[in-house]
């Protein structure tokens, strides 16, 4: 990202936390969380998601989001939607109504005007500026956003939102809704969301890959899901996930990748942020 936008997200990520964390200890859930915090960055025009979305080659924004419950390994994602400003709140009515996990395209739409969903302009000056200067290369937009939470419950969760890549193929569908890859919550192991080239993270299942590994340490898992992501495929990512005891793993193989981290600390709400150099353990 340019430092103008890396700026502006990462104050998004920072005001995230507070929106998640106000509405953890508001309702006490850890879905509760992980959708303020997504829905905060959603509407962020600095983020690849909502309201900002990478576009298509036609110039269209197609979104896929995804939520996952660490209590019972409920799922629900949305693929290549059109015009959607809160597809994390779409995932959640598909994962609450419990009936299917993923729902795509005009049939994602269907189901979210039931309940009350309609389609918003994501486009915004960015990426129609974008879209004039780089047609017609393919490249990587990133910005994709994510959250975990852990609950006083001990249930965690995980929700990721995204435009996908620039430039993509209408239709074209990432990680981000795909179980396992983009979002993943156990409350055995821990919840993990992951940003980067979706045709890479898929091929490794990078969020499941992560969370299998929590029991031995969340920044260790972190490393190593980016380290085989590095490995195998040659792409670029970044993972973040907190474990069943509140253990935050958080690790990248770009330059830079905005986070923050909120927690209880000694004299109450402590915010943790950054952007440059992933993180010892938290
Ligand atoms: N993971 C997203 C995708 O490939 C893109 C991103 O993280 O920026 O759809």
Known sequence: MRPARAAAAQMACEEAVAAGW????ESGSAIDGVIAAVRHLEDAEACNAGRGAALTEQGTAEVDASLMRGQDLGFGAVAAMRDCRHPISVCRAILEEGRHAVLAGEGAWLFARERGFSPEDLIVERTRRELEARRPELSEEPGTVGACALDEYGDVAAATSTGGVFFKRV??????????CGTYADNLLGAASATGLGEA??????ARYCCDRLPGGASEAACS????????TGGTAGIIAVRPDGQVGIDFNTKTMPFAVGR???SGFELISGAHAPPDDL
């Open 22 to 25: 106000a509405e953890l200890s």
């Open 171 to 180: 239709g074209r569908v990432g990680d981000t809704p795909l179980c396992g």
């Open 201 to 206: 993270i898929l091929k490794i299942t990078m």
């Open 225 to 232: 899901a980016v380290r085989e992501l590095t490995a195998r």
């Open 264 to 266: 209880h600390g000694e």
